[in-house]
Nanobody
Framework: QVQLVESGGGLVQAGDSLRLSCAASGRTFSRYAMGWFRQAPGKEREFVAAINWSGSSTYYADSVKGRFTISRDNAKNTVSLQMNSLKPEDTAVYYC?????????????????WGQGTQVTVSS
């Protein structure tokens, strides 16, 4: 069992940066692939970024590629999402998710544990 707690959301202006963090409980964090997803009001949840168990492979949605960076620190049981050049369309609740596998997925249904989410609002 893994418990995930996100932090770092907030209200920023277009062009600003934010860094989201996700703290995971448990001793086997390195066995999980991790992902970030987001859901805007009235829209379906969408994939943002993912990282494999070791941090050697990362994956991004086209909409955030080149602006967002996912990383993990297995010693600290954390995964982070650095978001640069934020746009109003990035406004959403951002969720951290863990998958009981070494390789991540872009599909939310393949993840076993979810955090409660953190709100990111980007004003124009």
């Amino acid at each position: 069992q893994v418990q995930l707690v996100e932090s770092g959301g907030g209200l920023v202006q277009a062009g600003d940066s934010l860094r989201l963090s996700c703290a995971a409980s448990g001793r086997t964090f390195s066995r999980y692939a991790m992902g970030w997803f987001r859901q805007a009001p009235g829209k379906e949840r969408e994939f943002v970024a993912a990282i494999n168990w070791s941090g050697s492979s990362t994956y991004y949605a086209d909409s955030v590629k080149g602006r967002f960076t996912i990383s993990r620190d297995n010693a600290k049981n954390t995964v982070s999402l650095q978001m640069n050049s934020l746009k109003p369309e990035d406004t959403a609740v951002y969720y951290c998710a863990a998958r009981e596998a070494f390789v991540p997925s872009t599909q939310g249904s393949w993840y076993h544990y979810w955090g409660q989410g953190t709100q990111v609002t980007v004003s124009s």
